[in-house]
């Protein structure tokens, strides 16, 4: 008999990651330097990311590390939140980058925590009677942003939008 399951709430979207650790130099974990924090990520269809942990804890710079992966969800997220937003309220977007910054303390004790993500979007718009609803689109993007919304740190942004003359 096959086993049933409960349909899931609507709305509700399940997602699925294998992380492998790679970097076993031949001991394991003997001692905190005899083993390298290289990771590989790993999603169903797409590409594998090679990850490790920052430089201060002995990782390898050319990787992508936690921090980094964070930034660039919180960054896309609002990205992608924000052209929603644009298109919604009619405005036509050219061009949009992000040069987006965090800041994480140490407590001390071996653990931490971000206490600030700044993001920094230069938006070009089609024309200059969309720059005011452009600007405002950001407010509704960050409300709309899933990833923004699932950490217990602010998520700021700091907005330059533009048309061309």
């Known amino acids: 008999m096959a086993e049933q399951t409960s349909p899931r709430p609507l709305g509700e979207h399940h997602y ?7 970097g076993n130099l031949g001991s394991g974990t003997s001692g905190y330097r005899d083993y390298r924090r290289d990771v590989t990520l790993d999603v169903a269809g797409k590409p594998g990311i090679l990850a490790s942990s920052d430089k201060p804890f002995r990782g390898d710079t050319a990787r992508w590390n936690p921090e980094d992966l964070l930034l660039a969800s919180l960054s896309e997220c609002h990205l992608l939140s ?26 001390g004790a071996g653990g931490g925590a971000f206490v ?7 938006v070009v718009v089609a ?9 405002r689109a950001h407010a509704q993007a960050n409300e709309w ?7 217990n740190f602010p998520v700021r942004h700091q907005a330059t939008v533009t048309a061309p003359s």
Do not use: K, Q
């Open 145 to 151: 942003c899933f990833i923004a919304n699932s950490v």
């Open 16 to 22: 699925e990651l294998t992380a492998t650790w790679t």
């Open 116 to 122: 600030e993500v700044m993001l920094h979007p230069e």
């Open 127 to 135: 024309e200059a009677s969309m720059i005011e609803a452009a600007e």
């Open 82 to 107: 924000y052209l929603h937003a644009c298109v919604t309220a009619g405005v036509v977007v050219l061009s949009y980058t992000d040069r987006a910054t965090g800041v994480m303390r140490e407590n």
